[in-house]
């Protein structure tokens, strides 16, 4: 599966941004989906997670109930709302896609990834 990640920019704090992950190649309903970030300097960190249908999803406590995932399978996507934005959320975003039935926060979980799209909070 190919994964196309899009819907970043440069966003005052305080604001929001909608990312976008779109998949193609296969069936992505039956896969898993992930969003991480990687600021410059840090290592990759999980930020959300969805499952399959869409029934279930875990965040980092760093943007929990600030950040909501959500999927829709007939378009092939998935999508990252992010709201009341902070300098610290400043990083390149990445989607990644496992064939599976349950979720996890390690990268390495998770066999596609999407190219990055780049995330600017100012404060």
């Known amino acids: 599966v190919q994964l196309q990640a899009s819907g970043g920019g440069l966003v005052q704090a305080g604001g929001s941004l909608r990312l976008s992950c779109a998949a193609s190649g296969r069936t992505f309903s039956s896969y898993a989906v992930g969003w991480f970030r990687q600021a410059p300097g840090k290592e990759r960190e999980f930020v959300a997670a969805i499952t399959w249908s869409g029934s279930y999803a875990f965040y980092a406590d760093s943007v929990k109930g600030r950040f909501t995932i959500s999927r829709d399978n007939a378009n092939n996507t998935v999508n990252l709302q992010m709201n009341s934005l902070k300098p610290e959320d400043t990083a390149v975003y990445y989607c990644?896609?496992?064939?599976?039935?349950?979720?996890?926060?390690?990268?390495?979980?998770?066999?596609?990834w999407g190219q990055g799209t780049q995330v600017t909070v100012s404060s």
């Open positions: 990644a896609a496992k064939y599976s039935t349950v979720l996890s926060r390690t990268p390495g979980f998770y066999d596609y």
